[in-house]
């Protein structure tokens, strides 16, 4: 097992709780959240939690359902205290890289509409690839680095090894006319080397700094592939 003990890690969590014009609500995946959170919290991380409103961050109701529960979520559902962190989350505007030696995003639906294009955000994942520290993303929440660049002005992803949640995958949930682009498509037109397996299954891949994982039950890997970066 990695230990990262005395290692801070910053956890970015999406503020969006709308899905689209459907009515329905969308946020972020508990199982993206809680099982890297309890990899890295058992590891000796120190784990802070930041959205870009700040506060108790939207849950997908979806990812509540009996079919998407797990060790980890049932984990979560008893633990008061990781409970209250989720619902005093730190405003995004107001961290600064130079505290934590990484940072994770899980996904869930919402980050396509919040994070891709957030100001904040783009400029924290920047200064943290500039101090060569790790960032990893998981499935939806890839989106995240996107519009993110290297100093001379690139796409951070062009070149790189990267995956995210699929566009089979997302066919399959039936929202691939709901969302506002597809993860796969926008990484390919950035010049990713985008990966992937089949659907759903647990898939990660570390380029340099950059770690993603495909779709929920990739959270894990990819928080084992931080755990790594960090020790």
Known sequence: MNTATNKKVLMVITSHGELGNTGEKTGFWVEEFAAPYYALVDAGVDVVLASPAGGQPPIDPKSEMADFQTASTQRYDQ?????????????LANVQAGDYDGVFYPGGHGPLWDLTDNSDSIALIEAFFAANKPVAVVCHATAAVLNVKTPAGDFVVNNKVVTGFSNTEEEAVQLTDIVPFLLEDELVKRGGDYQKVADWNAFAVQDGLLISGQNPGSSELVAEKLLAALA
């Open 79 to 91: 633990d008061a205290a990781a409970q209250a962190l989720v619902a005093t989350t730190q405003v």
